[in-house]
């Protein structure tokens, strides 16, 4: 049986809710992966681990409640860390793109397993934001509740 990455130890994928899994990861080529974002897959640029947990969180309660502005989970996710309601703005500052990525899986953990391993995809430490930042950073994810 080939080795998985959880077997390998994979240390920086971090489970948020029974149906969200996050990890920071270097990508090399954004391209051969943008077909496979968007419903329950999405890759995005944000300063911090809190940051896009936050956002992932409202973005499935939003679902939830009915509130959400997107048609998928992973669209909604670039609204809330955008706080704006413009998916064009929200891709453009927090969308993938070579480098530093947060992936986010919406599913169960072989899902986001999964995806590390089709894609052959690094995974790097999570930076925390400190508090300052964190707060306005929050603050913007929230707002999209009340546009």
């Known amino acids: ?75 909604e996710l670039l609204l809330r860390l955008a706080g704006s309601l413009q998916i064009k703005e929200a891709i453009r500052k927090h969308g993938a793109a070579n480098g530093d990525n947060y992936l986010v899986v919406f599913g169960d953990e072989g899902k986001a397993l999964e995806v590390m391993e089709r894609f052959g995809l690094r995974e790097k430490p999570m930076p925390s934001c400190r508090g300052d930042v964190l707060k306005n950073l929050l603050e913007k994810a929230a707002l999209v509740e009340v546009l």
């Not at 971090?14 to 969200?20: A, H, I, L, P, Q």
């Open 1 to 75: 049986m080939p080795p998985t990455m959880a077997r390998m130890g994979m240390m920086g994928m971090k489970k948020v809710t029974e149906n969200v899994y996050i990890s920071l990861v270097e990508v090399d080529d954004v391209e051969k992966l943008i077909p496979f974002l968007g419903a329950d897959v999405q890759l995005v640029r944000a300063e911090c681990y809190e940051q896009v947990a936050f956002a992932a969180v409202l973005a499935l309660r939003s679902f939830q409640r009915g509130t959400n502005h997107a048609r998928t989970p992973g669209g």
